[in-house]
């Protein structure tokens, strides 16, 4: 799967990952995950970073394992694009409908995706 990391410790080498399937966010620590080394060598991993790697679901986290650098800084206003549409989405949900009502979601059917 490809991906672009829109949080990284450097020093550490952790990342989370926007994957190109748009579901669930992918977390990376070279700790506990493998990763794809050139020349022994494991490339910084950067905000924007455009990578290749296999993904894992565990519990319910999404694990990123065999994590391949691809584009350095291919996208690095992803991040902060998210976050952008984000508050906008959040700002029209406020407001005012008229005459639309906005129908939520119940507990009950929240409790019908866990059987």
């Not at 990342?15 to 190109?20: G, L, M, R, Y």
């Not at 991993?45 to 990123?64: E, N, P, Q, S, Y």
């Not at 691809?70 to 508050?87: C, E, N, Y």
Request: proline fraction near 4%; include cysteine.
């Amino acid at each position: 799967m490809y991906g672009v990391i829109l949080w990284s410790d450097q020093d550490a080498q952790r990342a989370v990952i926007w994957c190109e399937d748009h579901g669930k966010l992918a977390y990376f620590n070279p700790h506990t995950d493998a990763v794809a080394s050139v020349a022994g060598e494991n490339p910084p991993l950067g905000v924007g970073d455009l990578i290749k790697f296999h993904v894992r679901d565990w519990c319910t986290v999404r694990r990123a394992s065999k994590v391949e650098l691809v584009s350095a800084a291919q996208f690095p206003d992803l991040a902060g694009g998210l976050a952008i549409a984000g508050a906008e989405v959040k700002q029209s949900q406020t407001m005012d409908l008229g005459n639309v009502i906005a129908f939520r979601k119940s507990p009950e059917l929240s409790q019908c995706a866990t059987a």
